[in-house]
């Protein structure tokens, strides 16, 4: 298992950035691969994957924070840094993390995560 702490939330305007952090801790830490991304989700809405990133650095973004959102990841840190952020980006922000056997992250939005943080709230005001 993996444990998950997000920080960096709050409350800007539109237009406005926010830059938000996971830290993780694994209980196993010789294997195997953690793969990593962001989701959200907002009131009376079903969860989406906003941003996961690949081995090789590269990212998968959800169409729409395309342009806007940047992952990345520093050893056991994954970072969102959010611009130009939307009212309709306001919304619960969770990290997640699976384990991959393959070594290999693919950036996939649509798998399952096994592991998940608590979730750090965004809010922007119109």
């Known amino acids: 298992q993996a444990q998950l702490t997000e920080s960096g939330g709050g409350t800007v305007q539109a237009g406005g950035s926010l830059e938000l952090s996971c830290i993780a801790s694994y209980d196993d830490w010789a294997s195997p691969t953690w793969c990593m991304a962001w989701f959200r989700q907002a009131p009376g809405k079903e969860r989406e994957g906003v941003a996961a990133i690949r081995t090789d650095n590269s990212a998968n973004y959800a169409d729409s924070v395309k342009g806007r959102f940047t992952i990345s990841q520093a050893k056991d840190t994954l970072t969102l840094q959010m611009n130009n952020l939307r009212p309709a980006d306001t919304a619960m922000y969770y990290c997640?993390?699976?384990?991959?056997?393959?070594?290999?992250?693919?950036?996939?939005?649509?798998?399952?995560?096994?592991?998940w943080g608590q979730g750090t709230q965004v809010t922007v005001s119109s």
């Open positions: 997640a993390a699976y384990e991959d056997y393959g070594d290999y992250c693919a950036g996939d939005l649509a798998r399952e995560y096994t592991s």
